[in-house]
């Protein structure tokens, strides 16, 4: 059984300090999966992330490279799928399976593509909320 914590976060500050708080949990292997609409603000969290573990470079939404990879306190991995065709031999080209065994890897658009993450990867869900800063932050650990 997994475990479920949820975040209100109010603005980028409460999302950076939710991704610094899961980052200290985070370790060599871990995947995580984000997952929302489009403008939830996944890409607002990998980067806090990214910060959070120690990645000093401009973590870039990878839109059109689809995948960066950044050294940190870990190799960090950070793949944005939404360019990402649903076929499971285009999502093998990423080579994501390839990826430092030893790296973190944070997954955007995971739903687009389970195939790709782990059932131990720790699963994010972003949703917005009435106001236009406001969001839901889902966090499923896996059990």
């Known amino acids: 059984m997994s475990r479920m914590v949820e975040h209100i976060s109010h603005g980028p500050a409460d999302t950076a300090r939710i991704a610094a708080d899961l980052a200290a949990h ?5 995947v995580v999966a984000l997952i929302g609409e489009l403008g939830a603000g996944k890409t607002t969290f990998a980067r806090a992330l990214c ?21 940190g306190l870990v ?7 939404y360019r990402l065709r649903s076929d ?9 399976d390839e990826m430092p065994s030893n790296a973190i890897r944070i997954i955007e658009w995971a739903d687009r593509v389970p195939h790709l993450c782990p059932g131990d990867a ?11 800063t406001l969001r839901h932050i889902r966090v499923e650990y896996p059990s």
Do not use: Q
Not at 26 to 30: A, C, I, S
Not at 51 to 71: I, Q
Not at 75 to 81: K, Q, S, T, Y
């Open 51 to 71: 910060r959070a573990l120690g990645v000093t470079d401009p973590v870039a939404s990878p839109g059109f490279t689809l995948v960066h990879e950044y050294r």
């Open 75 to 81: 190799p960090v991995v950070h793949a944005d799928l």
């Open 122 to 132: 720790i699963r994010i869900e972003i949703r917005c909320g009435p106001e236009p």
């Open 88 to 96: 499971p031999l285009d999502a093998a080209s990423l080579g994501l």
């Open 26 to 30: 985070l370790g060599p292997g871990d």
